[in-house]
């Protein structure tokens, strides 16, 4: 590690209320950590996203921190960018303000790991299977946000990045267009991993640390999804293969999406035609083979007797794919047919 660190950290927040105060204190003693080990200089931005009055009347530890409020509200990516023009320092760590650091060592191994690692364009931790939300199928949302990296060595090259946690450089970042921002979808990690990857760098995500947050419940996810499976379609033809591990398009996930849209075919079929009781009953089984591995990672690390929950989230899930499908499909040929007319 360098002797002097210059860091930016960029926390985009819109309303986090009392879900900032975990994320800031465990900021704080990373920030503490890192400095017994470096030669520190570091900022932290806070980009209030048109909310409310952030109320930092608590012991975060942090010296230098500020906040600036955004008039009209355009999303996270919008907040991370206009953090970016404000940071002074080349290295950011960009931070969501439900995202908390599990060690005060964080920091520094990511810095280590970024600087260590070959080509790196951004480096993120791995969650844990912790989950700071109580709320009624949380745990869902969790355990399918951490599902796939538990037999991957310490590093993984991710076709995304960690946009809730991460370090990168400004200089690259400005270089390679900066954040893009789409409206109710969220989801930038995507776009912005697969420009990082097409400019030649690597996303990283390292198990040597890890994070936890405040998952959505199971209502809030699902439209998430249908926002961002609409607007990542074009990324994914561009790109001609699926995510790597712990993402929404993996081609399991892909798969288990195609036994649910066939199985609402013939149940809809089923209203026309007799004897399709079979053949759906043969796709719901299927689509639990497809399952199986995350049904067992679901039952290892939590509650068991939520195994209802999770079956039916596994639908609802794939159910909000397949409309957020539908919807890029419509989207795409929609702006095939205004460029014909255009011409």
Not at 187 to 198: A, P, V
Not at 255 to 276: G, K, P, W
Request: include cysteine.
């Amino acid at each position: 590690m360098n002797s002097e660190i210059k860091l930016s950290v960029v926390v985009p927040a819109y309303n986090p209320k009392k879900k900032i105060i975990p994320c800031l204190k465990a900021l704080g003693k990373n920030i503490n950590y890192l400095s017994k080990k470096s030669d520190l200089i570091c900022e932290v931005i806070i980009i209030n996203d048109a909310g409310d009055e952030i109320n930092l009347s608590f012991d975060h530890g942090i010296k230098n921190i500020k906040i600036y409020r955004i008039r009209r509200n355009r999303g996270v990516g919008y907040a991370r960018q206009i953090g970016t023009r404000i940071a002074k320092n080349n290295y950011i760590l960009y931070l969501d303000s439900d995202v908390v650091l599990e060690n005060e060592d964080a920091l520094k191994i990511l810095f280590d790991e970024f600087i260590n690692l070959p080509n790196t364009g951004s480096i993120g931790p791995v969650q844990t299977y912790k989950n700071l939300n109580k709320e009624f199928t949380s745990d869902f949302v969790c355990a399918k946000s951490c599902y796939g990296f538990e037999d991957v060595g310490n590093q993984v090259e991710f076709s995304g990045m960690r946009s809730e946690c991460c370090i990168m450089e400004k200089d690259f970042l400005q270089k390679i267009g900066g954040w893009k921002f789409f409206p109710s979808a969220g989801g930038e990690e995507f776009e912005l991993g697969h420009r990082i990857i097409k400019n030649g760098k690597k996303n990283y995500v390292t198990k040597k640390t890890n994070y936890t947050t405040f998952y959505h419940n199971l209502y809030s996810r699902c439209k998430t999804i249908i926002f961002r499976t609409s607007t990542y379609l074009p990324i994914f033809f561009s790109r001609k293969k699926f995510e790597t591990k712990g993402a929404f398009a993996t081609f399991s996930q892909v798969l288990s999406a195609f036994m649910t849209s066939l199985t609402i075919f013939f149940l809809l079929l089923s209203t026309f035609v007799i004897n399709l009781k079979n053949i759906i009953i043969l796709f719901i089984i299927l689509n639990i083979i497809v399952e199986f591995n995350f049904l067992k990672f679901s039952m290892k690390n939590y509650n068991k007797l939520s195994l209802p929950i999770y079956l039916v989230g596994i639908y609802a899930i794939n159910f909000s794919i397949i409309i957020g499908a539908l919807l890029g499909i419509f989207r795409l040929l929609s702006l095939k047919k205004l460029k014909i007319t255009n011409k």
